[in-house]
């Protein structure tokens, strides 16, 4: 038979589900969760017997951690010494356990996470509290199994004579499932075993008067009491863990932010570093200095403030922006009857009042048997002394001891335990007051044992024995409550002014969308120009507004989307430097572009609205509080047709005109209320009926009858109307002529389209820019005023071969005011 005929075929994903399977159960029962019963994972369980066993208990001295991890590794525990000493080292951490099950002596690590000392120089023993884990362990209160090499036993489960998992929360990531149960506090957890025994039927309300919340070994404040009731329901549950802070005055008016306790599981370290970065960083203005304070009086860290920094609020920011405050999400997964269960509160109190029910029985059944044994030898005794000559006679007769025995079980009827007894009797118990001590231990051991049966007997009297054993441990290792808890998850709001110092400052976009923010210093030094303003070759300032730090901007693209930029966010730069593109700051696609810049201060309470302009005539108005987000990606700010795009979003506030122009030299003029207010994802409606072919180069405001409307062809013709000359038309009309382009060959021609059109109530200077980048500026006065149909005059000296692409009036305000 050849070789390969002595495999049989298989499937891969057979193979491989086996396999997982097997080792996904190992881990889930064997090494991540832990049992519902004491509480422990195997490695911890491992490691308290080996402990135990070897006496290395709270009355002896210490011993070093490695040989303890050596009798772990060499007995139960077939792994690397690191996961065991790594466990070993968490059970003696005070700030992970609210009770240590293990006494460490040496370098344990501290909460800024750094690392123990080696094994090799570190002691350890069991504390005083784990030792109530392992009572009566050698009572046959719980199963023992064969180690993984049979040559030793192991306990299965602990006795644990104190609810452990609950007390001391576990966590813990295996495959497919995963365990965070936080610690709770001993005295509330104890009396919620006892209530549950004097009321079988108590509800989880009931329980909750008495269990308020976990207690973390670290403190801080619990807010979030509906996600405490929902994990003690389900096992799942989200609460916000706070630090707990003061902010204390100092002298000169400055103040202090002082962190008493912080965070269950947060490093200190790294919280301390990610207040310094923030202060480095200047995201926040205000902080002077952070330092760390802890020391042997425990932890306390110090964040001092500038003088008159607003202390609450760079609190909040904080809070918000650190790990001062964090979310801990309750998941209690526990091993139940060898399978991972997720449990809420009363089952897993359920779950270990069973254990203690069966850990008790176990434990007086083994009394009981010594007892009756005890009982059985002094009955033996008492009844020997009472004819002490006749058995001494029987036994000087006997042959030897084994013959002695058989004779006082044939004369006397003793049983062979009894003969026994008899015969290692020494001769000192054979004096009167011997005599009467062995018949008060027979009564003493009669009483016990009736004890012993009625626990056994009666269910109340085994409950009684559990109260009364855990109340014990109450009264001995209860704690005070370390961590506070409020009801309500109080909200954060960081006002921006904490983060932001106000200052009046100017923004810049250029025509190849070029951004800056410069301070008015900058621009003053810089001779106070907008011509001196710093742009690549062949760029012009597009945008200039001037705004203030704690402001916003609305960023709106051709594509229907706008951006939400805070205008602090807007690197800053002098004036003569170009700025950085946009897409620096904000996610701009390749293939749009912004076509609109409207600055915001308080959006949320802004009454004002916005009209967008669509490419094919739609026009819209929504609200600017619809706008307000707190993304800095892209958001719909409107909805564009395939094929279209929007070409205008101004800001309105009412009871004005909309003048849309076409390419085609067609303008319609309407009353803005004619287009309702709607949704900001809406569509729009139609403002203008266009022909095929034609489409908007314009979107004006007009108002009063006053003013010219001015209008630019493509190669730089442009004329101005009077605005009375337009009639104020129904939306949605095909409007009226404003500009006549003329046809011929021997006729000069004054353009093939609308390139821009200007509402002007006064003299502006306006940019073209060409399609060959040159930059050209006329003022709006030198274009006549002719009749709608005009054909215009030479506006901008266009080059032959180029058109205008772009357009914009040149804003020069007064900047040094």
Known sequence: MGILEQFLPAYLEEIVGDRFGRYSKYIIQDRAIPDVRDGLKPVQRRILYAMYDSGNTPDKPYRKSAKTVGDVMGNYHPHGDSSIYEGMVRMAQPWKMGHPLVDGHGNWGSQDDDPAAAMRYTEARLSSIALELLRDIEKRTVQFKDNFDNTTKEPVVLPARYPNL???????????????????????????????????????????????????????????????????????????????????????????????????????????????????????????????????????????????????????????????????????????????????LLPMLTAYIDHQKEVVTHRTAYDLEKAEDRAHVVEGLVKALNVLDEVIATIKASKNRADAQNNLVAKFAFTERQADAILTLQLYRLTNLEITALEKELKEAQKRIAYLQSILNSEKKLIGVIKEELLEIRGKYGIDRRSDIQGEVEELKVNLEVLVAPEDVLVTLSQEGYMKRTSMLSFTRSGGELDSAGVKEGDVIRELLQVNTIDSLLLFTRKGQYYLLPVHQIPEFKWKDTGTAVVNIIPLPKDDSIISVIPVKDIGASEQTLVFVTKKGQVKRSELKDYATTRSTAVAACKVAEGDEVISVTLS?????????????????????????????????????????????????????????????????????????????????????TFEFKEGKRVRPNGSYIAAAYYCREPQDIVAITSGGGKLIANSEKAPIEERKAIGKQLFAVEKNEVIVASFIRTTPELQG
């Not at 979030?224 to 009731?229: K, L, T």
């Open 166 to 344: 609950l007390v001391n929360g576990v966590s813990g990531i295996s495959s497919g499932f995963a365990t965070e149960i936080p610690p709770h506090n001993l005295r509330e957890i104890i009396d919620a075993c006892v209530a549950c025994m004097d009321r079988p039927g108590i509800t989880l309300e009931e329980l909750m008067t008495i269990v308020k919340g976990p207690d973390f070994p670290t403190g801080g404040l619990i807010m979030g009491e509906e996600g405490i009731r929902e994990a003690y329901a389900t096992g799942r549950g989200r609460i916000y863990l706070r630090s707990k802070t003061a902010i204390e005055d100092l002298r000169g008016g400055k103040q202090q932010i002082v962190i008493t306790e912080i965070p269950y599981q947060v490093v200190k370290s790294r919280l301390v570093t990610a207040m310094e970065n923030i202060r480095l960083e200047k995201k926040i203005e205000g902080i002077a200095e952070v330092r760390d304070e802890s020391g042997r009086n425990g932890l306390r860290i110090v964040v001092e403030l500038k003088k008159d920094a607003d202390g609450a609020g760079i609190l909040a920011y904080l809070l918000k922006k650190t790990d001062l405050q964090v979310t801990y999400n309750f998941n209690m997964v526990a091993i139940v009857n060898k399978a991972p269960q997720q449990l809420g």
């Open 653 to 737: 506030e009412g009871g004005r005109q909309l003048m849309l122009v076409s390419r085609n030299g067609l303008s319609i003029r309407f009353d803005e209320a004619e287009v309702n207010s709607m949704g900001r994802v809406a569509a729009g409606v139609k403002g203008i009926t266009l022909r095929d072919g034609d489409e908007l180069a314009a979107a004006l405001w007009v108002s009063d009858d006053e003013g010219e409307v001015l209008v630019v062809s493509d190669i730089g013709f442009g004329k101005r109307s009077l605005l009375l000359d337009y009639p104020i038309q129904g939306r949605g009309g095909k409007g009226v002529q």
